[in-house]
Protein backbone atom coordinates (compact mmCIF):
# COMPACT_ATOMS: atom_id res chain seq x y z
CA UNK A 1 0.00 0.00 0.00
CA UNK A 2 0.96 3.51 -0.81
CA UNK A 3 0.80 6.79 0.63
CA UNK A 4 0.35 10.67 -0.33
CA UNK A 5 3.88 12.49 -0.42
CA UNK A 6 3.70 14.37 3.14
CA UNK A 7 3.25 18.01 2.95
CA UNK A 8 5.60 18.63 5.43
CA UNK A 9 7.80 16.98 8.16
CA UNK A 10 8.11 19.95 11.52
CA UNK A 11 11.00 18.33 14.04
CA UNK A 12 11.06 19.86 17.15
CA UNK A 13 14.31 20.94 18.43
CA UNK A 14 13.59 24.35 20.41
CA UNK A 15 14.37 22.73 24.12
CA UNK A 16 17.02 23.61 26.29
CA UNK A 17 17.67 20.36 27.30
CA UNK A 18 19.25 21.21 30.79
CA UNK A 19 19.49 17.45 31.70
CA UNK A 20 22.56 17.08 29.04
CA UNK A 21 24.79 19.06 31.56
CA UNK A 22 26.67 20.32 28.73
CA UNK A 23 27.69 23.08 26.83
CA UNK A 24 27.33 21.24 23.64
CA UNK A 25 23.11 21.92 22.51
CA UNK A 26 21.33 18.33 22.89
CA UNK A 27 20.61 18.08 19.47
CA UNK A 28 24.48 18.34 18.40
CA UNK A 29 25.42 15.63 20.39
CA UNK A 30 26.06 12.83 18.45
CA UNK A 31 25.48 9.12 18.18
CA UNK A 32 26.87 6.62 15.43
CA UNK A 33 28.62 9.95 13.65
CA UNK A 34 25.82 11.65 13.42
CA UNK A 35 23.98 14.31 15.54
CA UNK A 36 20.81 13.96 16.88
CA UNK A 37 18.99 16.13 15.10
CA UNK A 38 20.77 15.08 12.03
CA UNK A 39 19.24 11.58 12.74
CA UNK A 40 16.02 13.26 12.94
CA UNK A 41 16.30 15.17 9.39
CA UNK A 42 17.63 11.70 7.90
CA UNK A 43 14.80 9.83 9.19
CA UNK A 44 12.31 12.88 7.89
CA UNK A 45 14.16 12.79 4.39
CA UNK A 46 13.02 9.22 3.58
CA UNK A 47 9.43 9.90 3.77
CA UNK A 48 10.30 12.68 0.91
CA UNK A 49 8.01 15.56 2.44
CA UNK A 50 7.40 19.06 0.17
CA UNK A 51 8.48 20.89 3.20
CA UNK A 52 11.31 19.68 5.84
CA UNK A 53 11.52 22.20 8.59
CA UNK A 54 13.32 22.47 12.20
CA UNK A 55 12.14 24.27 15.25
CA UNK A 56 15.00 25.87 17.10
CA UNK A 57 15.04 28.15 19.56
CA UNK A 58 17.75 27.59 22.10
CA UNK A 59 21.08 28.19 21.20
CA UNK A 60 19.67 29.44 17.63
CA UNK A 61 22.58 30.22 15.56
CA UNK A 62 24.71 27.20 16.71
CA UNK A 63 21.70 24.97 16.31
CA UNK A 64 20.58 26.61 12.94
CA UNK A 65 24.05 26.49 11.30
CA UNK A 66 24.65 23.04 12.13
CA UNK A 67 21.31 21.96 10.01
CA UNK A 68 21.92 24.18 7.05
CA UNK A 69 25.33 22.16 6.84
CA UNK A 70 23.64 18.97 7.46
CA UNK A 71 20.85 19.75 4.84
CA UNK A 72 21.33 22.63 3.12
CA UNK A 73 17.27 22.35 1.74
CA UNK A 74 15.38 21.85 5.72
CA UNK A 75 14.24 24.72 6.46
CA UNK A 76 14.64 26.76 10.01
CA UNK A 77 12.09 28.43 11.94
CA UNK A 78 11.99 29.97 15.52
CA UNK A 79 9.45 29.45 18.26
CA UNK A 80 8.79 32.43 20.40
CA UNK A 81 9.18 33.23 24.27
CA UNK A 82 5.78 30.95 24.71
CA UNK A 83 6.46 27.75 25.84
CA UNK A 84 5.48 24.13 24.77
CA UNK A 85 5.12 21.63 21.79
CA UNK A 86 1.89 23.43 20.79
CA UNK A 87 3.57 26.45 20.43
CA UNK A 88 6.58 25.18 18.86
CA UNK A 89 4.46 23.53 16.53
CA UNK A 90 2.58 26.65 15.71
CA UNK A 91 5.54 28.69 15.24
CA UNK A 92 6.72 25.90 12.33
CA UNK A 93 3.43 26.58 10.87
CA UNK A 94 3.54 30.13 10.55
CA UNK A 95 6.79 29.89 8.71
CA UNK A 96 4.61 27.38 6.03
CA UNK A 97 2.41 28.74 3.63
CA UNK A 98 -0.83 29.63 4.83
CA UNK A 99 -2.42 27.12 2.07
CA UNK A 100 -1.08 24.27 3.39
CA UNK A 101 -2.87 20.83 2.97
CA UNK A 102 -2.49 17.36 3.50
CA UNK A 103 -0.59 15.27 5.81
CA UNK A 104 1.78 17.26 8.50
CA UNK A 105 4.28 14.73 10.43
CA UNK A 106 5.98 16.11 13.61
CA UNK A 107 8.79 14.32 15.08
CA UNK A 108 11.56 15.32 18.10
CA UNK A 109 15.15 16.38 17.26
CA UNK A 110 16.31 14.31 20.52
CA UNK A 111 14.94 11.36 19.10
CA UNK A 112 18.08 9.75 17.15
CA UNK A 113 16.15 5.75 16.37
CA UNK A 114 13.08 6.51 14.81
CA UNK A 115 13.46 5.20 11.08
CA UNK A 116 11.96 6.15 7.91
CA UNK A 117 10.23 3.23 7.55
CA UNK A 118 8.18 3.90 10.76
CA UNK A 119 7.43 7.31 9.22
CA UNK A 120 6.15 5.61 6.11
CA UNK A 121 3.87 3.12 8.27
CA UNK A 122 2.49 6.12 10.41
CA UNK A 123 1.61 7.04 7.10
CA UNK A 124 -0.19 4.29 5.84
CA UNK A 125 -2.04 3.77 8.93
CA UNK A 126 -3.00 7.32 8.92
CA UNK A 127 -3.85 7.76 5.20
CA UNK A 128 -6.32 4.56 6.08
CA UNK A 129 -7.81 5.25 8.75
CA UNK A 130 -9.02 9.13 7.25
CA UNK A 131 -8.37 10.49 11.03
CA UNK A 132 -7.71 13.75 11.87
CA UNK A 133 -4.48 12.52 13.78
CA UNK A 134 -2.81 9.31 14.24
CA UNK A 135 -0.21 9.68 16.88
CA UNK A 136 2.48 6.77 17.74
CA UNK A 137 2.08 5.28 21.09
CA UNK A 138 4.08 2.65 22.79
CA UNK A 139 3.34 0.35 26.08
CA UNK A 140 5.88 0.54 28.53
CA UNK A 141 6.41 -1.07 32.19
CA UNK A 142 7.53 2.30 33.63
CA UNK A 143 5.01 5.46 31.75
CA UNK A 144 6.86 7.93 34.61
CA UNK A 145 6.70 11.25 32.86
CA UNK A 146 4.83 10.59 29.65
CA UNK A 147 1.53 11.37 28.35
CA UNK A 148 -0.99 9.03 28.65
CA UNK A 149 -3.14 7.72 25.70
CA UNK A 150 -6.76 8.19 26.89
CA UNK A 151 -8.89 5.80 25.51
CA UNK A 152 -12.77 5.15 25.70
CA UNK A 153 -14.72 1.93 26.40
CA UNK A 154 -14.52 0.84 22.78
CA UNK A 155 -10.31 1.40 22.97
CA UNK A 156 -11.20 4.70 20.28
CA UNK A 157 -8.48 7.56 21.33
CA UNK A 158 -10.14 9.96 23.24
CA UNK A 159 -7.10 12.72 24.50
CA UNK A 160 -3.75 12.50 25.58
CA UNK A 161 -2.93 13.73 29.29
CA UNK A 162 0.18 14.60 30.39
CA UNK A 163 1.98 12.94 33.92
CA UNK A 164 1.47 16.22 36.01
CA UNK A 165 -2.31 16.61 34.42
CA UNK A 166 -3.18 13.35 35.24
CA UNK A 167 -5.03 11.58 37.79
CA UNK A 168 -4.27 8.28 39.49
CA UNK A 169 -6.14 6.29 37.31
CA UNK A 170 -4.51 7.81 34.01
CA UNK A 171 -1.15 7.70 35.73
CA UNK A 172 -1.80 4.01 35.85
CA UNK A 173 -1.97 3.59 32.05
CA UNK A 174 0.88 2.11 30.18
CA UNK A 175 0.29 3.62 27.00
CA UNK A 176 2.44 6.84 26.53
CA UNK A 177 2.39 9.45 23.63
CA UNK A 178 6.05 9.21 21.69
CA UNK A 179 5.71 12.86 20.58
CA UNK A 180 5.38 11.39 17.05
CA UNK A 181 2.26 12.42 14.86
CA UNK A 182 0.33 12.67 11.49
CA UNK A 183 -1.61 15.51 11.25
CA UNK A 184 -4.27 16.96 8.64
CA UNK A 185 -2.39 20.47 8.16
CA UNK A 186 -5.85 21.97 8.44
CA UNK A 187 -6.93 21.19 11.63
CA UNK A 188 -3.52 21.23 12.98
CA UNK A 189 -3.47 24.75 12.65
CA UNK A 190 -7.28 25.81 14.04
CA UNK A 191 -6.99 23.59 16.74
CA UNK A 192 -3.55 24.77 17.72
CA UNK A 193 -4.92 28.71 17.36
CA UNK A 194 -7.51 27.73 19.55
CA UNK A 195 -5.54 26.27 22.70
CA UNK A 196 -4.48 27.93 25.65
CA UNK A 197 -1.59 27.52 28.60
CA UNK A 198 -4.24 26.27 31.36
CA UNK A 199 -2.38 23.27 32.51
CA UNK A 200 -0.01 22.39 34.94
CA UNK A 201 3.08 24.08 32.83
CA UNK A 202 1.44 27.07 31.48
CA UNK A 203 2.55 25.52 28.26
CA UNK A 204 0.97 25.36 24.95
CA UNK A 205 0.46 21.20 24.85
CA UNK A 206 0.39 20.14 21.27
CA UNK A 207 -0.91 16.72 23.25
CA UNK A 208 -4.50 18.94 23.35
CA UNK A 209 -4.82 18.90 19.29
CA UNK A 210 -5.85 15.02 19.64
CA UNK A 211 -9.23 16.10 22.04
CA UNK A 212 -9.84 19.02 19.94
CA UNK A 213 -9.57 16.31 16.52
CA UNK A 214 -12.16 14.35 18.41
CA UNK A 215 -14.50 17.09 19.98
CA UNK A 216 -14.74 18.48 15.93
CA UNK A 217 -15.43 14.87 14.70
CA UNK A 218 -12.38 14.09 12.85
CA UNK A 219 -11.46 11.39 15.36
CA UNK A 220 -7.96 10.14 16.43
CA UNK A 221 -6.33 6.87 16.15
CA UNK A 222 -2.74 5.50 17.65
CA UNK A 223 -0.40 3.37 15.99
CA UNK A 224 1.15 1.60 18.52
CA UNK A 225 5.17 1.09 17.89
CA UNK A 226 5.99 -2.39 19.44
CA UNK A 227 10.32 -1.23 18.49
CA UNK A 228 9.94 1.37 21.37
CA UNK A 229 13.54 2.18 21.39
CA UNK A 230 12.34 4.41 18.06
CA UNK A 231 10.01 6.54 20.54
CA UNK A 232 13.00 6.97 22.93
CA UNK A 233 14.76 10.55 23.72
CA UNK A 234 17.46 11.78 24.33
CA UNK A 235 17.69 13.62 27.98
CA UNK A 236 20.94 13.26 29.76
CA UNK A 237 23.91 11.99 28.50
CA UNK A 238 23.50 8.19 30.11
CA UNK A 239 20.35 7.91 27.58
CA UNK A 240 22.89 9.12 24.78
CA UNK A 241 25.30 6.53 25.76
CA UNK A 242 22.15 3.71 25.87
CA UNK A 243 21.00 5.08 22.67
CA UNK A 244 24.50 5.50 20.96
CA UNK A 245 24.84 1.60 22.20
CA UNK A 246 21.17 0.56 20.81
CA UNK A 247 22.50 2.41 17.38
CA UNK A 248 25.36 0.74 17.19
CA UNK A 249 23.81 -2.76 17.69
CA UNK A 250 21.80 -2.57 14.60
CA UNK A 251 24.53 -1.04 12.28
CA UNK A 252 26.57 -4.04 13.63
CA UNK A 253 23.42 -6.36 13.04
CA UNK A 254 22.77 -4.95 9.40
CA UNK A 255 26.62 -5.15 8.41
CA UNK A 256 26.45 -8.80 9.20
CA UNK A 257 23.41 -9.29 7.85
CA UNK A 258 24.96 -7.82 3.95
CA UNK A 259 28.19 -10.47 4.32
CA UNK A 260 30.89 -8.83 7.22
CA UNK A 261 32.03 -10.98 10.32
CA UNK A 262 32.28 -9.06 13.23
CA UNK A 263 34.19 -11.33 15.84
CA UNK A 264 32.51 -8.93 18.68
CA UNK A 265 29.56 -7.22 18.32
CA UNK A 266 29.82 -5.60 21.54
CA UNK A 267 33.53 -3.92 21.38
CA UNK A 268 32.62 -3.17 16.97
CA UNK A 269 31.76 0.21 16.44
CA UNK A 270 30.42 1.24 13.05
CA UNK A 271 28.78 4.26 11.94
CA UNK A 272 25.87 4.12 9.54
CA UNK A 273 27.18 5.58 6.68
CA UNK A 274 30.07 2.74 6.79
CA UNK A 275 29.89 -0.41 4.21
CA UNK A 276 31.77 -3.15 4.20
CA UNK A 277 32.11 -5.84 1.47
CA UNK A 278 31.36 -9.46 2.37
CA UNK A 279 33.48 -12.10 3.96
CA UNK A 280 35.39 -9.27 5.90
CA UNK A 281 36.79 -10.08 8.97
CA UNK A 282 36.33 -7.29 11.72
CA UNK A 283 38.37 -8.03 14.76
CA UNK A 284 37.71 -6.81 18.53
CA UNK A 285 37.82 -3.41 18.95
CA UNK A 286 37.67 -1.89 16.01
CA UNK A 287 35.93 1.64 15.41
CA UNK A 288 34.63 2.60 11.46
CA UNK A 289 33.51 6.26 10.83
CA UNK A 290 32.09 8.58 8.26
CA UNK A 291 32.01 8.07 5.23
CA UNK A 292 34.53 4.53 5.49
CA UNK A 293 34.20 1.72 2.70
CA UNK A 294 35.71 -1.96 3.09
CA UNK A 295 36.30 -4.16 0.21
CA UNK A 296 35.32 -7.79 0.92
CA UNK A 297 38.01 -10.83 2.24
CA UNK A 298 39.78 -7.90 4.25
CA UNK A 299 41.09 -8.07 7.69
CA UNK A 300 39.75 -5.32 9.89
CA UNK A 301 41.45 -5.09 13.22
CA UNK A 302 41.97 -5.37 15.97
CA UNK A 303 42.43 -2.49 17.48
CA UNK A 304 41.59 -0.39 15.02
CA UNK A 305 40.08 3.10 14.14
CA UNK A 306 39.13 4.08 10.71
CA UNK A 307 37.87 7.58 9.49
CA UNK A 308 36.57 8.34 6.35
CA UNK A 309 39.32 5.69 4.57
CA UNK A 310 38.64 3.40 1.64
CA UNK A 311 40.16 -0.40 1.82
CA UNK A 312 39.82 -2.31 -1.30
CA UNK A 313 39.62 -6.18 -1.33
CA UNK A 314 41.86 -8.59 0.15
CA UNK A 315 43.58 -5.94 2.22
CA UNK A 316 44.63 -6.16 6.05
CA UNK A 317 44.64 -3.15 8.39
CA UNK A 318 45.84 -4.44 12.17
CA UNK A 319 46.13 -1.62 15.09
CA UNK A 320 46.14 1.00 13.01
CA UNK A 321 44.83 4.63 13.00
CA UNK A 322 43.52 6.07 10.07
CA UNK A 323 41.74 8.72 8.24
CA UNK A 324 41.15 10.56 4.54
CA UNK A 325 42.95 7.63 3.13
CA UNK A 326 42.64 4.52 0.81
CA UNK A 327 44.53 1.42 1.01
CA UNK A 328 44.63 -0.88 -2.31
CA UNK A 329 43.36 -4.06 -2.87
CA UNK A 330 45.68 -6.52 -1.08
CA UNK A 331 47.55 -4.25 0.62
CA UNK A 332 48.65 -5.00 4.38
CA UNK A 333 48.96 -1.46 7.01
CA UNK A 334 50.17 -2.28 10.29
CA UNK A 335 49.90 -3.21 12.96
CA UNK A 336 51.01 0.06 14.49
CA UNK A 337 50.49 2.53 11.78
CA UNK A 338 49.39 5.85 11.53
CA UNK A 339 47.94 6.71 8.48
CA UNK A 340 47.20 10.16 8.04
CA UNK A 341 45.37 12.33 5.54
CA UNK A 342 46.25 11.95 2.05
CA UNK A 343 47.77 8.95 2.27
CA UNK A 344 47.45 6.00 -0.89
CA UNK A 345 48.77 2.90 -0.50
CA UNK A 346 48.91 1.07 -3.75
CA UNK A 347 47.84 -2.71 -4.87
CA UNK A 348 49.66 -5.31 -2.39
CA UNK A 349 51.81 -2.31 -1.10
CA UNK A 350 53.03 -2.48 2.33
CA UNK A 351 52.88 0.13 5.39
CA UNK A 352 54.08 -1.84 8.31
CA UNK A 353 54.94 -1.41 12.31
CA UNK A 354 55.27 2.03 13.58
CA UNK A 355 55.09 3.75 10.62
CA UNK A 356 53.84 6.96 10.24
CA UNK A 357 52.56 8.34 6.53
CA UNK A 358 50.79 11.87 5.54
CA UNK A 359 50.12 13.35 1.74
CA UNK A 360 52.07 10.24 0.83
CA UNK A 361 51.13 7.96 -2.65
CA UNK A 362 53.05 4.52 -2.15
CA UNK A 363 52.85 2.90 -5.52
CA UNK A 364 51.65 -0.94 -6.39
CA UNK A 365 54.55 -3.47 -4.44
CA UNK A 366 56.01 -1.11 -2.97
CA UNK A 367 57.25 -1.24 1.15
CA UNK A 368 57.58 0.35 3.99
CA UNK A 369 57.68 -1.58 6.27
CA UNK A 370 59.44 -0.21 9.56
CA UNK A 371 59.89 2.62 11.85
CA UNK A 372 59.21 4.92 9.17
CA UNK A 373 58.04 8.87 8.67
CA UNK A 374 56.72 9.16 5.06
CA UNK A 375 55.15 12.72 4.97
CA UNK A 376 54.63 14.78 1.57
CA UNK A 377 55.91 11.78 -0.60
CA UNK A 378 55.67 9.94 -4.08
CA UNK A 379 56.65 6.69 -4.10
CA UNK A 380 56.54 4.71 -7.01
CA UNK A 381 55.52 0.85 -7.84
CA UNK A 382 57.77 -2.20 -6.54
CA UNK A 383 60.07 -0.10 -3.87
CA UNK A 384 61.39 -0.54 -0.70
CA UNK A 385 61.80 1.68 1.75
CA UNK A 386 64.50 0.71 4.63
CA UNK A 387 63.79 0.43 8.04
CA UNK A 388 63.83 4.05 10.03
CA UNK A 389 63.68 6.40 7.30
CA UNK A 390 62.10 9.93 7.55
CA UNK A 391 61.40 11.40 4.55
CA UNK A 392 62.33 14.95 5.67
CA UNK A 393 59.79 17.34 4.61
CA UNK A 394 59.76 20.02 6.70
CA UNK A 395 62.57 22.88 6.71
CA UNK A 396 60.94 24.70 9.27
CA UNK A 397 59.19 27.35 7.22
CA UNK A 398 57.56 25.07 4.07
CA UNK A 399 56.88 22.03 3.50
CA UNK A 400 58.20 19.85 0.47
CA UNK A 401 58.02 16.91 -1.47
CA UNK A 402 60.18 13.85 -2.39
CA UNK A 403 59.49 11.24 -5.25
CA UNK A 404 60.79 8.17 -5.40
CA UNK A 405 61.17 5.98 -8.20
CA UNK A 406 60.12 2.83 -9.02
CA UNK A 407 62.11 -1.04 -8.02
CA UNK A 408 64.14 1.37 -5.71
CA UNK A 409 65.90 -0.39 -2.95
CA UNK A 410 66.75 2.29 -0.74
CA UNK A 411 68.64 1.79 2.38
CA UNK A 412 67.61 1.64 5.83
CA UNK A 413 68.04 4.90 8.57
CA UNK A 414 67.95 7.47 5.57
CA UNK A 415 66.81 10.82 5.43
CA UNK A 416 64.89 12.27 2.79
CA UNK A 417 65.54 15.68 2.82
CA UNK A 418 63.25 17.65 0.56
CA UNK A 419 62.63 19.18 -2.16
CA UNK A 420 64.14 15.53 -3.73
CA UNK A 421 63.71 13.77 -6.85
CA UNK A 422 64.99 10.13 -6.84
CA UNK A 423 64.81 8.15 -10.22
CA UNK A 424 63.94 4.10 -10.90
CA UNK A 425 66.13 1.30 -10.03
CA UNK A 426 68.01 3.58 -7.42
CA UNK A 427 70.08 1.64 -4.49
CA UNK A 428 71.10 3.75 -1.65
CA UNK A 429 73.32 2.86 1.00
CA UNK A 430 72.41 2.59 5.16
CA UNK A 431 72.65 6.02 6.65
CA UNK A 432 72.28 8.12 3.91
CA UNK A 433 71.40 11.71 3.88
CA UNK A 434 70.25 12.70 0.39
CA UNK A 435 69.98 16.22 -0.03
CA UNK A 436 70.88 16.14 -4.22
CA UNK A 437 68.45 14.33 -6.37
CA UNK A 438 69.85 10.80 -8.15
CA UNK A 439 69.78 9.72 -11.22
CA UNK A 440 68.22 6.22 -12.38
CA UNK A 441 69.92 3.18 -11.64
CA UNK A 442 72.45 5.12 -9.48
CA UNK A 443 74.31 4.01 -6.15
CA UNK A 444 73.89 6.96 -3.80
CA UNK A 445 76.32 6.84 -0.29
CA UNK A 446 77.03 9.69 2.21
CA UNK A 447 78.07 7.77 5.01
CA UNK A 448 81.27 9.41 6.73
CA UNK A 449 84.53 7.12 6.63
CA UNK A 450 84.65 5.10 10.05
CA UNK A 451 87.05 5.90 12.66
CA UNK A 452 88.48 3.87 15.45
CA UNK A 453 90.37 4.92 18.04
CA UNK A 454 92.23 1.95 19.57
CA UNK A 455 92.39 1.76 23.47
CA UNK A 456 90.11 4.52 23.68
CA UNK A 457 87.81 2.86 26.59
CA UNK A 458 90.57 2.03 29.01
CA UNK A 459 92.03 5.76 28.42
CA UNK A 460 89.30 7.86 28.95
CA UNK A 461 87.09 5.42 31.28
CA UNK A 462 88.71 3.43 33.92
CA UNK A 463 87.00 1.45 36.54
CA UNK A 464 84.11 0.98 34.43
CA UNK A 465 82.40 -2.86 33.66
CA UNK A 466 83.76 -1.63 29.96
CA UNK A 467 86.79 -0.65 30.63
CA UNK A 468 87.73 -4.23 32.58
CA UNK A 469 86.27 -5.66 29.67
CA UNK A 470 88.44 -4.30 27.05
CA UNK A 471 91.45 -5.16 28.99
CA UNK A 472 90.20 -8.89 29.50
CA UNK A 473 89.55 -9.12 25.86
CA UNK A 474 93.23 -7.23 25.27
CA UNK A 475 94.98 -9.59 27.80
CA UNK A 476 93.22 -12.65 26.01
CA UNK A 477 93.71 -11.64 22.31
CA UNK A 478 97.77 -10.98 23.83
CA UNK A 479 97.76 -14.61 25.12
CA UNK A 480 97.02 -16.32 21.41
CA UNK A 481 93.32 -16.68 22.04
CA UNK A 482 90.98 -16.33 19.16
CA UNK A 483 89.64 -13.59 19.80
CA UNK A 484 85.69 -13.34 17.57
CA UNK A 485 84.88 -9.60 16.70
CA UNK A 486 88.74 -8.26 17.26
CA UNK A 487 89.04 -5.60 14.91
CA UNK A 488 91.66 -2.71 13.90
CA UNK A 489 92.50 0.30 11.70
CA UNK A 490 94.65 0.04 8.62
CA UNK A 491 97.01 2.74 7.69
CA UNK A 492 94.21 5.16 5.88
CA UNK A 493 91.78 5.15 8.19
CA UNK A 494 89.24 2.75 6.35
CA UNK A 495 88.24 -0.09 8.34
CA UNK A 496 89.48 -3.37 7.69
CA UNK A 497 88.82 -6.97 9.12
CA UNK A 498 91.00 -8.97 10.49
C1 LIG B 1 6.22 15.52 25.37
C2 LIG B 1 4.73 15.23 25.28
C3 LIG B 1 4.43 13.94 26.02
C4 LIG B 1 5.25 12.80 25.43
C5 LIG B 1 6.71 13.17 25.44
C6 LIG B 1 7.51 12.13 24.71
C7 LIG B 1 3.64 17.39 25.18
C8 LIG B 1 2.89 18.43 25.92
N1 LIG B 1 4.01 16.33 25.87
O1 LIG B 1 6.60 15.65 26.71
O2 LIG B 1 3.06 13.62 25.91
O3 LIG B 1 5.02 11.61 26.15
O4 LIG B 1 6.93 14.42 24.78
O5 LIG B 1 8.87 12.38 24.86
O6 LIG B 1 3.86 17.53 23.99
N2 LIG B 1 10.14 21.34 22.38
C9 LIG B 1 10.16 22.48 21.64
N3 LIG B 1 9.62 23.61 22.18
C10 LIG B 1 9.07 23.62 23.42
C11 LIG B 1 9.06 22.44 24.17
C12 LIG B 1 9.59 21.29 23.61
O7 LIG B 1 10.64 22.49 20.51
O8 LIG B 1 8.61 24.69 23.84
C13 LIG B 1 10.73 20.11 21.80
C14 LIG B 1 11.93 19.65 22.59
O9 LIG B 1 13.11 20.19 22.07
C15 LIG B 1 11.87 18.14 22.40
C16 LIG B 1 10.40 17.86 22.23
O10 LIG B 1 9.79 19.08 21.87
O11 LIG B 1 12.53 17.73 21.24
C17 LIG B 1 9.75 17.30 23.48
O12 LIG B 1 9.96 18.17 24.55
P1 LIG B 1 10.04 17.61 26.04
O13 LIG B 1 10.04 18.76 26.96
O14 LIG B 1 11.10 16.60 26.13
O15 LIG B 1 8.68 16.78 26.14
P2 LIG B 1 7.55 16.87 27.20
O16 LIG B 1 6.79 18.14 27.02
O17 LIG B 1 8.04 16.50 28.52
CA1 LIG C 1 11.89 14.50 26.29
Not at 258 to 270: H, K
Not at 386 to 397: L, M, P, Q, R
Not at 436 to 449: F, I, M
Request: with cysteine.
Amino acid sequence: MTYTRPTAVIVLAAGEGTRMKSATPKVLHTIGGRSLVHHAIAAARGVDPVHLQVVVRHERDRVAAHIEACDPDCLIADQDEIKGTGRAVECGLAALPADLAGTVIVTYGDVPLLTSDTLRDLLRAHEASAVGVTVVTSRIADPTGYGRIVRDADGAVLRIVEQKDATDAERAITEVNSGIYAFDAALLRDALAGLGTNNSQGEKYLTDVVAVARARGRGAAAYVLADVWQTEGVNDKIQLAKLGAELNRRTVDAAMREGAIVRDPATTWIDATVSIGRDTVIHPNTQLRGATTIGADCEIGPDTTLTDMEVGDGATVCRTQGSLSVVGPGATVGPWAYLRPGTELGADGKIGTFVETKNANIGAGSKVPHLSYVGDATIGTGTNIGAASVFVNYDGVSKHRTTVGDHCRMGSDTMYVGPLTIGDGVYSGAGSVIRHDVPAGALTLSEAPQRIVEGWVEANRPDTESSRAAAAARTAAASGEAVASGRHTGDNGQETRR
